[in-house]
């Protein structure tokens, strides 16, 4: 079945310093897409960054790059230069099913990240 | 301004008594989809839509109906809501996907979620 794992609920990390929230995936279609997305306190969805399944490089989106790696299944996002404003839950999300015809997106279930000052 | 719309932001209402939170975007996207958030779970997508009169079942549908009568408007339909339909619900849409075109025509885009509270 298809599925996104976050195996951290929470985090902590100095201002300044860079971050790496963990994700992996398992899917058995060849084609699908992996997003990031923030939601702070106020509660809306802000989409951060995108990677291809047939994308060689990893996508970096300002102080947002994301780690692909396609064996392991896994797409962390790395956050340099952290800043109090990163401080958020984190939800990681897969599109897949675009070969039958029709898709649907997974998410996992957050990593809460707190940056302090 | 593109955007997604749901209303209302919020609603408190008693088990059994009909309701629909309405859902609409500006940017003649074709991919429309419904999700609930919950404490511990992330988000679970209920229904979602590739374009007009096509609609499918997420993860959770049990409980909820959707339509999709015009491509900009994607309602959610709760027909006799229980306690254990409590959430933050998210109505969110992308352009779709299309051989060969950009990659962002699949980032979805997120209405500001609608809290519902059932007694």
């Known amino acids: 079945a298809q599925k996104i794992t976050q195996t951290q609920p929470g985090m902590f990390v100095q201002e300044k310093e860079a971050v790496t929230l963990d994700c992996t995936y398992d899917t058995s279609d060849p084609s699908y897409g992996l997003f990031w997305y923030k939601q702070p306190s106020s509660g809306e969805m802000i989409f951060l960054i995108y990677q291809g399944s047939y994308d060689q490089q990893n996508a970096t989106e300002g102080r947002y790059s994301l780690n692909f790696q396609k064996a392991r299944k896994s797409a962390n996002l790395v956050i340099s230069a952290s800043q109090l404003g990163d401080s958020a839950m984190y939800f990681c999300a897969m599109r897949e099913g675009r070969g039958s015809g029709t898709y649907k997106y997974i998410f996992g279930t957050g990593t809460r990240l707190k940056v302090l000052a | 301004e593109a955007q997604v719309t749901q209303n209302p932001r919020y609603l408190i209402t008693v088990t059994g008594k009909k309701l629909t939170v309405t859902c609409s975007q500006n940017m003649n996207h074709e991919y429309m989809s419904w999700y609930r958030q919950d404490p511990g779970l992330g988000l679970r997508q209920i229904y979602y839509s590739m374009n007009v009169e096509v609609t499918d079942k997420g993860d959770v549908p049990e409980g909820y109906k959707v339509s999709r009568k015009e491509k900009r408007n994607f309602p959610l339909i709760l027909e006799s809501p229980s306690p254990n339909q409590t959430s933050l619900y998210f109505c969110?849409?992308?352009?779709?996907?299309?051989?060969?075109?950009?990659?962002?025509?699949?980032?979805?885009?997120f209405g500001p979620g609608t809290r519902l509270l059932v007694l």
């Open positions: 969110a849409s992308s352009k779709g996907l299309l051989q060969g075109a950009p990659k962002y025509q699949e980032t979805q885009y």
